[in-house]
């Protein structure tokens, strides 16, 4: 699995002109799951994603988790983050999971991601046509793979 985590100060995802989750402070988490994945890297990364220190202390300097700071989470589905462009002009989604594994690994994700929060985490709609809006605070982008563990 592979999640790109940015740290916002305010997200949100509108499908169809509705708006379907938002958030203030917090992350919002980018999914790419791929045909190999299994529960173990959903733990993986929903203990590096809640424990990642990427907020400010009181000194200025990043400190803080996700939960340190009560903040909110957004989970979007997004294959594309498994393309592959070695060859050609047009990305290859090969390693992208089909729908009927990736789905349950993405609901997994959101569970395991509440549990550890204790609180309702924001999704979009797996498959949708979405509208994704942020403020990328700092910014801080972060590229995490649960395959090499970083």
Known sequence: ???????????????????????GRGLLLL??????????????????VTQLRIFDDAEGVMNLSVNDVN??????SQFTLHASTKKGNRPSYIKAARPETAIPLYENFVAGLEKVMNKKVGTGVFGANMQVALVNDGPVTILLDSKYKE
Request: proline content about 0%; hydrophobic content about 45%.
């Open 1 to 23: 699995m592979r999640v790109l985590v940015q740290r916002v100060s305010g997200a949100s995802v509108t499908i169809d002109q509705r708006k379907v989750a938002e958030s």
């Open 31 to 48: 999914v790419g799951i791929e045909e190999a994945d299994n529960q173990e890297d959903i733990d993986w990364l929903v203990k590096k």
């Open 71 to 76: 903040g909110e989470i957004i989970v979007v």
